[in-house]
């Protein structure tokens, strides 16, 4: 079946340290995508990835890092550098064609 | 700049009942417009798009949507909510020519039995 992978569903750190969140797709999509949500605020845009060795910054991009060396993944690294880490972050991706995006289950991330 | 607006934070409607959620948009060209729908602690599922055409669009679970161009609205309705439409709903917009979107920030829909 295709479709959109994230690993770990659940990632508890301690505040201070890196933390990198997976994402794999297998619908050979060009574009991929990182949301961060919280309560009450819908989704804001991270980075994101029209094609593999180039990406860009959203919204809030401030304290998180990407990389996308191939086509089929796009992790995430949260840094130390991030003032509110906690928050359920999902990955998104799209093909060249449509605007429609296809979204993994997602990952929660806890930083004690 | 583009932006989207869902009006209810919250609704809560019974089993059986009709069921309308509000969006609307802003964005100086035609949009690419979008209903999602998200069970807690999961990703976002795609319950309808509109791209063109007829400007009433029919998804998956029943849901349909109508784009009105005059009042920048993409409205959702479903006919008859069932208990497992339990969930929280995003309206998103995004423009024909990019791959970004813009999001709501959602309507919580909580069904009554």
């Known amino acids: 079946d295709g479709g959109i992978t994230q690993s770990p569903k659940y990632l508890f750190r301690k505040e201070g340290q890196n933390v990198t969140l997976s994402c794999e797709q297998n619908?050979?999509?060009?574009?991929m995508y990182w949301y961060r949500q919280d309560p009450g605020q819908g989704l804001r845009l991270i980075y994101y990835?029209?094609?593999?060795?180039?990406?860009q910054k959203g919204d809030i991009a401030e304290g998180y890092s990407v990389s996308r060396e191939k086509k089929e993944s796009f992790p995430l690294t949260v840094t130390s550098a991030q003032k509110n880490p906690t928050a359920f972050y999902l990955c998104?991706?799209?093909?060249?064609?449509?605007?429609?995006?296809?979204f993994g289950p997602g990952t929660r991330l806890t930083v004690l | 700049a583009q932006s989207v607006t869902q009006p209810d934070i919250h609704i809560t409607v019974s089993e059986g009942a009709s069921l309308e959620l509000r969006c609307n948009y802003s964005?100086?060209?035609?949009?690419?417009l979008f209903w999602y729908v998200q069970s807690p602690g999961q990703g976002l599922q795609l319950l309808l798009k509109?791209?063109?055409?007829?400007?009433l669009v029919r998804g998956i679970k029943g849901f349909e949507a109508e784009f009105k161009r005059s009042q920048s609205s993409f409205n959702l309705r479903k006919p008859s909510v069932h208990w497992s439409d339990a969930a929280e709903y995003f309206c998103?917009?995004?423009?024909?020519?990019?791959?970004?979107?813009?999001f709501g920030s959602g309507t919580q829909l909580t069904v009554l039995p």
């Open positions: 998104a991706s799209s093909s060249t064609e449509f605007n429609e995006q296809f």
């Open positions: 619908l050979n999509h060009d574009a």
């Open positions: 990835s029209q094609i593999v060795n180039d990406f």
């Open positions: 964005y100086g060209a035609t949009p690419y």
């Open positions: 509109y791209f063109s055409g007829d400007t």
């Open positions: 998103a917009v995004g423009p024909r020519s990019a791959r970004q979107l813009t």
